[in-house]
């Protein structure tokens, strides 16, 4: 980057415009800007970095902080900055954030902080952020690369010398265009390294499958072989050209064991054909014997059966005398149906009377109970006639004692007034006095000063004096006797002070004497108006007793009081209780009305349930001798036994005749066969079934086997391909 002109306006120690023209310093690429301390070096480079960054160069100085302090207020603060930049120009104008004066009416106004970048093609982009990153984008550095290498401002170069490597670095390769350089030398590394993985990664899935290859437990040869492939002592391809070899052999002994396994299979098959034939044989034989010693059994049981049945079926008269009675009962059941339908309404009405024979008690007591409390209601309403009339005489008393207490407590509120007046008359008083005494002595102490400053005046008006010439005071040419100067004269401020503080010392007593006479005539006004009251509610004429009868009168009151509070309390439970008896009277003769007359329609009706319950009941005696049980329930209950035994007659010949049926197919079952086993076995001998058994268990033996050791070569086939 080339600068080509700076322009500053009010900005840091430059209160106007000034310009500084680059172009004038000629092609030499490096320029030094020197001056006397402060002369304002470092705000151009600060000029220079805010107008591309929006910063100043160094870290102590904001942008907040960059309008001069010197400038006029009508002054805009502005850098405006031309720089060449790849042949081409580009031209920044910036200012920051500042306080100015109003261009109409009175007054400041906040001034944005605003930038706008002219690029070559006449494009303009503006806002401070976007104009920073355009410049950023330009240039290739950020401010911070900037102040290290575009200029070095004063302490700056030691900041580049004390830069980090990696700081260093990422300056320089910006600055050199030695990013592609880097991006290069990352790829080769990063290939490099990729390669280096897959290698790591095809060793690592090499010895992976070594450690998956299988061998016979039985070689030994092949053991170690596979020992030597792990320490890398033979090469991958000695160990696949070994791995083929045992895979060759491997395929042989299958094909041989899988021939000799189809041979064990075809005997196999033939033992098992010859030991179901013998099991066959035996399990026949086994049932004839078991049939033939079970028969006798099965025919004894049989006989035993039909015994059984036919005593079951001598008990069949029993059984129809039981149909018979179930049919007389069921019959005879809506009878005892008609019978309880009287007997609920006889149990009906008698509820009813005894209802109606304790309603007649009731009211009868009710009757009693009524005349009783309204005797006694009448005579206690009488004894509380007069109850208004002491009520009334009680109110009259209590407003007396509570205008009587209004007016006590008025002057007992006056004498606490009264006493604080007089605190504070006793307090103004002798403030008064300390004042009093200060302010004598603050005026003797300013005499004396004053009598001495005037006799210094004298003194230095003395000694200006000479013969012949008039005194300025007096006229005279002559001086026979002049004062002399003394040492000791205050000067006029301190004699000003003192008369000062006199002064205020003499207003202050006189405010305070003026505030004690003020609190001396309230408290007399107080002290009258006291005895006035007091005069006319205790009759009492010594000031200092009025405290006491007050106290004494108010305890009065109070006692007073209570006792009336007390007594009207009284009186109003008294006139609560009169107006409930005036209230319940009447409600008490009405009662005893109802009464009379329920008692009356309770008397009938127990004469007509009476007649109605004598009639049932000759009603239900008739039906009861007709029928052979008390009760519908106790019939069918009869009738539930019957049908029990019958159901139990009818199980026990049904099982009886199924036991038989069953010991009569036992039988002969077991006959038919006796006859066909027997039948079956004429022909046929006795085959070793032991023998077979341990022929077949032996070939079994020699098939699990071939079956393992083929299984195992499948698996160390299988593993060592893969």
């Known amino acids: 980057m080339k600068p080509l002109k700076l322009t500053m306006s009010a900005f ?20 030094l800007i ?59 104008k910036r200012n920051p954030a500042y306080i100015r004066t109003k261009q109409r009416g009175e007054g400041t106004t906040e001034e944005k902080a605003d930038a706008e970048l002219h690029m070559p093609g006449g494009l303009i982009v503006t806002k401070p952020k976007d104009v920073t990153a355009k410049v950023e984008e330009i240039l290739g550095i950020d401010r911070e690369q900037f102040v290290k290498i575009a200029m070095i401002a004063q302490g700056a170069f030691s900041k580049v010398l004390h830069a980090t490597t ?211 209601a009448k005579a206690e309403l009488k004894a509380l006639s007069d109850t ?13 004692l509570n205008a009587r207490q209004t007016g006590l407590d008025a002057l007992n509120t006056s004498l606490t007034d009264y006493n604080r007046l007089l605190s504070k008359y006793k307090a103004a008083q002798a403030d008064y006095v300390a004042k009093s005494v200060i302010s004598s002595t603050k005026r003797c102490e300013y005499e004396a000063l004053n009598k001495a400053y005037l006799d210094g005046q004298a003194g230095i008006l003395a000694t200006e004096l000479q013969d012949g010439q008039p005194c300025p005071v007096c006229g005279s040419t002559e001086h026979p006797t002049p004062a002399s100067l003394s040492g000791e004269a205050p000067i006029k401020s301190v004699l000003d002070e003192a008369k000062k503080t006199a002064e205020t010392a003499e207003a202050e007593t006189t405010t305070a004497s003026n505030h004690s006479s003020s609190l001396k005539g309230q408290s007399d006004t107080k002290r009258e108006e006291i ?30 009081k209570s006792e009336i509070a007390a007594a009207l309390a009284e009186q109003k439970k008294r006139a609560t209780r009169k107006k409930t008896l005036d209230e319940s009277i009447p409600s008490i003769e009405k009662g005893i009305a109802t009464a009379t007359d329920g008692l009356g329609q309770a008397k009938e009706q127990i004469v007509a349930l009476t007649t109605q319950i004598e009639a049932d009941g000759k009603t239900r005696d008739e039906r009861s001798a007709e029928l052979k049980f008390k009760s519908e329930a106790d019939a069918k209950a009869e009738a539930v036994s019957l049908r029990s035994r019958q159901k139990t007659y009818e199980d026990a010949l049904q099982a009886a005749q199924n036991v038989f049926d069953t010991a009569k197919a036992k039988a002969a079952a077991t006959a038919i066969e006796i006859h066909t086993l027997t039948a079956q076995l004429v022909d ?21 086997t071939l079956n393992e050791t083929n299984q195992a070569i499948s698996t160390r086939k299988s593993a060592n391909e893969t």
Not at 685 to 704: M, S, Y
Request: net charge negative.
């Open 531 to 560: 005895s006035t009251a007091a005069t006319a509610l205790l009759s009492v004429v010594a000031f200092d007793d009025i405290t006491t009868a007050l106290g004494a009168a108010l305890t009065a009151i109070k006692t007073e």
């Open 388 to 400: 208004e009339v002491i009520t009334e005489s009680l109110c009259g008393k209590q407003d007396a």
């Open 12 to 31: 840091g120690c430059y209160a106007g415009k000034h310009d500084v023209d680059f172009e004038r310093l000629g092609n030499e690429g490096l320029y």
């Open 684 to 704: 046929s001998k006795p085959l070793d079934l032991d023998a077979l058994t341990q022929e077949k268990t032996t070939t079994e033996a020699t098939q699990r």
């Open 166 to 376: 990696e700081e260093r670095i990422s300056i320089f390769r910006k600055v050199f265009y030695t990013d592609g350089y880097k991006l290069f030398q990352d790829r080769v590394k990063s290939d490099a390294n990729k390669q280096a993985s897959e290698i790591k990664d095809q060793w690592r899935g090499y010895e992976y499958n070594l450690g998956n290859i299988k061998v016979d437990v039985n070689d030994h040869e092949a053991i170690q072989k596979l020992s030597d492939a792990k320490l890398r002592l033979l090469s991958p391809d000695e160990v696949i050209e070994w791995l083929k070899q045992i895979i060759l052999a491997d395929d042989t002994a299958f094909t041989a064991n899988r021939e000799s396994s189809t041979f064990i299979v075809d005997k196999l098959a033939e033992i098992n054909q010859r030991v179901g034939q013998a099991e066959q044989d035996k399990k026949a034989r086994d049932s004839l014997k078991a049939a033939e010693e079970r028969l006798p059994t099965e025919v004894t049981a049989c006989n035993e059966a039909e015994r059984a049945l036919n005593a079951e079926k001598a008990k069949l008269p029993e059984y129809e005398a039981m149909k018979s009675q179930i049919t007389e009962i069921e019959r005879s059941l809506p009878k005892y149906q008609e019978l309880q339908t009287i007997l609920d309404l006889i149990k009906t009405y008698e509820e009813k009377l005894a209802v109606e024979e304790q309603k007649v008690v009731d009211l009868e007591k009710s009757q009693t109970d009524g005349a009783v409390a309204l005797e006694s």
């Open 34 to 92: 020197t001056g006397d301390t402060g002369a304002g070096k470092t705000t151009i480079f600060d000029a220079i970095t805010f107008a591309l960054y929006g910063e100043t160069s160094g870290d102590n100085r904001k942008a907040e902080m960059l309008r001069s302090k010197y400038a006029d207020a009508k002054e805009a603060t502005y850098v405006e900055f031309s720089f060449q930049y790849h042949d081409k120009v580009y031209n920044v």
